[in-house]
């Protein structure tokens, strides 16, 4: 079918069942209970912290299979018993029609259970033919509804209505016109001091001003500013920053995330540690490591590590489990002595760039991530990341000639390293966004 046939059939009487359609197929299904188990404990710290107030409002945007409002729920039951229902109220939207479903089903396989305890598997879900059943009393405390965050209304999010919101690795995939009007409608249901959980490789920068960020275990989170009503009815289109592609600065963080480089090695499976040699044994260490990114344990996997310090492999590797983990200066002394010893020079340049830019200094970042470039004239991320910058700052033209560059090297890209620096991203969609972004930029193709 032509794609022109094809939009008037999403046009025509039947376009809204052709199009739930596409979104279920389109959509991200992966995610787990417990996942960044590190933002539960801090809402459980919220609870803990503000034992006066009768009730928390708790948002699970973008909810895919349940996963995420469910282990809310869990949280809340263990911190509020048998008054948890009183306690705590859990919404949970999708777009999906069929991940709602499953959602409400309840039912889980082993996977999607890796990071729960054996014996919180037997308090919280009940065993079955299949899989695992979430308990009905934690089913009743969460309430699903299908609803597409990028064609909200306003009506839909009452002023201050929650204290705290979920949408995780969901504004990645949001264009930045869509993600900012997104970010407006968290910033109005927020209640002041509310609390925004984004994924690790998600960032509000020139999304909104109204967030502060604020520590939560190996990361940090997104605080509601007290002064923020200001500009919360301010229309959602209105926003005046051109950040450029920002949900696709994400593959920066989820670069940190997977960054094991040339020091990664092979990820294949090595032989247990008890039967291997020093050279094998280092290996399985690597692997264990990588695995551990993955699993976006990065506290567990900078110790897996150690201080890395014989081996200029482990030492780039732990350079970027550092900087995952938001451990920047750490990341920048392991990255300056990798420098000084003349060795990993491109991965240490490329994690500086990220360390740099945590920091705000673009212009440093720029020198790292030319370095990085021309330590391997085949890399693909640095000119993506340059050209990201340099849209950001205005310059249309050198923005233009970095993401077409980019574009042209991600074609000839080895698979491994697409996989190991491109986050979530594959290389027909990393090509599909720097062509699409380069010409929104204009000029001469």
Not at 198 to 203: P, Q, R, S, Y
Request: aromatic content about 6%.
């Amino acid at each position: 079918m032509r794609p022109d046939d094809y939009l008037r059939r999403l046009e025509g009487p039947s376009g809204a069942d052709l199009a739930r359609d596409v979104v279920d197929d389109l959509v991200v299904p992966e995610s787990a209970f417990f996942r960044y188990r590190d933002h539960f404990l801090g809402l459980d710290r919220m609870w803990v912290e503000r034992p006066e107030k009768p009730r928390w409002n708790v948002l699970s945007a973008g909810c895919a299979g349940g996963e995420e409002p469910y282990t809310v729920a869990i949280v809340a039951a263990a911190r509020f018993g048998d008054a948890a229902p009183r306690r705590v109220d859990v919404r949970a939207v999708d777009v999906s029609p069929r991940r709602l479903a499953h959602a409400r089903a309840g039912m889980y396989g082993a996977w999607a259970l890796r990071d729960v305890a054996a014996t919180d598997r037997a308090r919280w879900f009940r065993r079955e033919a299949g899989g695992w059943t979430v308990r009905p009393e934690l089913r009743a405390l969460v309430k699903f509804e299908e609803r597409n965050l990028a064609a909200e209304t306003a009506a839909a999010w009452p002023d201050g209505a929650f204290d705290a919101i979920f949408c995780r690795n969901v504004l990645m995939y949001l264009t930045p016109e869509i993600a900012r009007a997104a970010t407006a409608r968290f910033e109005r249901a927020l209640a002041p001091g509310g609390v925004l959980f984004l994924g690790h490789a998600e960032t509000l920068r020139g999304l909104s001003e109204a967030f502060e960020a604020v520590p939560c275990g190996d990361g940090f989170v997104y605080r509601r500013r007290a002064d923020a009503a200001s500009s919360a009815g301010a229309s959602e289109a209105a926003a005046t920053v051109d950040a450029g592609p920002a949900w696709i600065e994400a593959i920066a963080a989820a670069t940190r995330r997977v960054c094991a480089a040339a020091g990664a090695g092979s990820a294949a499976p090595a032989p247990p540690a008890a039967a291997a040699g020093p050279h094998r044994n280092a290996r399985a260490r690597r692997a264990l490591v990588i695995n551990l990114l993955r699993a976006e344990r990065f506290a567990e996997a900078a110790e897996a590590l150690g201080s890395a310090e014989n081996d200029p492999g482990d030492a780039a590797l732990r350079a970027a489990v550092l900087a995952q983990a938001g451990r920047f200066a750490e990341a920048e002394v392991a990255c300056r002595a990798l420098l000084a010893a003349g060795r990993r020079t491109t991965t240490a340049h490329y994690v500086l760039a990220l360390c740099r830019e945590a920091a705000g200094d673009d212009a440093d970042a720029r020198r790292h991530l030319a370095a990085a470039a021309e330590g391997d004239a085949a890399f693909a991320l640095p000119p993506l990341r340059r050209g990201l910058a340099a849209r950001r700052e205005g310059d249309r033209e050198t923005a233009r000639r970095e993401l077409r560059r980019a574009g042209a090297l991600l074609a000839c890209e080895r698979p491994r390293r697409l996989a190991l620096f491109g986050g979530a991203f594959g290389r027909e969609a990393l090509a599909a966004l720097c062509r699409s972004e380069a010409s929104a930029l204009g000029g001469e193709e």
